[in-house]
């Protein structure tokens, strides 16, 4: 019997982390939703297969976001608008508006793959 797939959503507003729980649940990953990364960062002995992060919860110094996407990856930013800068140090970006499917597929690839991009050098 295959484990459970582990998945930590950062997403600032609450109505939108649930209802990213509720795609990620439906495709049977157990999630854990925190509000910010410094929530995130707190859970450093939990082990997460994928990181879905929302681009409103990157809103810290680049250096901050960067470090995190390099010790809770692969991550799956959630993104309105294009961040050049970050979307080398993920595993994947989805639109938002995002469809579900969209993320799902997303996650699956990152959890299959266990890392993000390799960083520009």
Known sequence: M??????????????????LEFVLEAEG???TAKPDL???????D????CTVLDQAAAAG?????IHFC????????LSN?????LSNWVA???EKPMLGQALAAAVRRAVVSGTNLEPPK
């Open 46 to 49: 939990a082990h997460f297969d």
């Open 61 to 65: 110094p680049a250096m901050d976001v």
């Open 38 to 44: 410094e929530a995130a960062l707190s859970l450093r």
């Open 92 to 94: 994947g970006v989805v």
């Open 70 to 77: 390099g010790v809770a990856r692969p991550v799956i930013l």
């Open 29 to 31: 990953y157990m999630i």
């Open 2 to 19: 295959p484990l459970v797939k582990q998945v930590l959503i950062v997403a600032p507003d609450a109505e939108f982390s649930r209802s």
């Open 81 to 85: 608008t294009s961040l050049p800068w």
